[in-house]
């Protein structure tokens, strides 16, 4: 069924378009959720949350965006949203860029790969992507884990694309940093 034919049909209130529509995109709505709060349980809120909302507002989507585009966007809304209740967030944009220069640089080709893909060298990454700050770990996950493109990132995510590319830029820099401390025994 495409895309369009799944809106018209969740406009009329067919329970079976919601169906198709949770089983195509409720996951990439979870992981993304989950890469942001750290919490599997509020993970789950998200999810449910996001589809409550596309329930409660497909009458107004507009179809002028993808609807796994509109997914993540609520999704990242409500993330964000659930963030700052937490406590407050440093902002990003007043950071310098002078401080995302990093002070150890590995050159990466001289590492073996069974090395870089080893199950503690894994834990290593997962931990620097981890300690990303949300805004930043957001980018990255859509970016580089789940493939989007630069103009679908910024639509999610509500900034510009010159935002976007900045950001993961950032991010990509602070985990060359933090894996490079990690790497750097194995260039010696």
Same mark, same amino acid.
């Given at each position: 069924?495409?895309?369009?034919?799944?809106?018209?049909?969740?406009?009329?209130?067919?329970?079976?378009?919601?169906?198709?529509?949770?089983?195509?995109?409720?996951?990439?709505?979870?992981?993304?959720? @989950?890469?942001?709060?750290?919490?599997?349980?509020?993970?789950? +809120?998200? @999810?449910?949350?996001?589809?409550?909302?596309?329930?409660?507002?497909?009458?107004?989507?507009?179809?002028?965006?993808?609807? +796994?585009?509109?997914?993540?966007?609520?999704?990242?809304?409500?993330?964000?949203?659930?963030?700052?209740?937490?406590?407050?967030?440093?902002?990003?944009?007043?950071?310098?860029?002078?401080?995302?220069?990093?002070?150890?640089?590995?050159?990466?080709?001289?590492?073996?790969?069974?090395?870089?893909?080893?199950?503690?060298?894994?834990?290593?990454?997962?931990?620097?992507?981890?300690?990303?700050?949300?805004?930043?770990?957001?980018?990255?996950?859509?970016?580089?884990?789940?493939?989007?493109?630069?103009?679908?990132?910024?639509?999610?995510?509500?900034?510009?694309?010159?935002?976007?590319?900045?950001?993961?830029?950032?991010?990509?820099?602070?985990?060359?940093?933090?894996?490079?401390?990690?790497?750097?025994?194995?260039?010696?």
């Amino acid at each position: 069924m495409s895309e369009h034919d799944l809106i018209r049909a969740l406009k009329a209130g067919d329970s079976t378009a919601l169906s198709i529509v949770f089983e195509r995109h409720s996951n990439q709505v979870y992981r993304l959720a @989950v890469s942001l709060l750290h919490d599997e349980q509020q993970a789950d +809120g998200v @999810v449910q949350n996001t589809f409550l909302s596309l329930i409660k507002h497909i009458d107004s989507f507009e179809e002028r965006a993808k609807l +796994g585009t509109w997914l993540y966007r609520v999704a990242y809304n409500e993330c964000m949203s659930r963030l700052r209740k937490a406590k407050p967030q440093v902002d990003i944009e007043a950071m310098q860029e002078d401080d995302m220069i990093p002070a150890c640089i590995i050159d990466w080709q001289s590492i073996p790969e069974v090395t870089i893909t080893s199950h503690e060298a894994l834990e290593q990454m997962d931990k620097a992507i981890q300690a990303l700050s949300p805004t930043l770990r957001a980018v990255f996950n859509l970016r580089d884990v789940e493939e989007l493109s630069t103009r679908e990132t910024a639509e999610i995510l509500g900034i510009s694309e010159s935002a976007v590319k900045v950001r993961l830029h950032r991010a990509r820099l602070a985990l060359r940093e933090s894996l490079s401390n990690y790497f750097q025994e194995y260039t010696n």
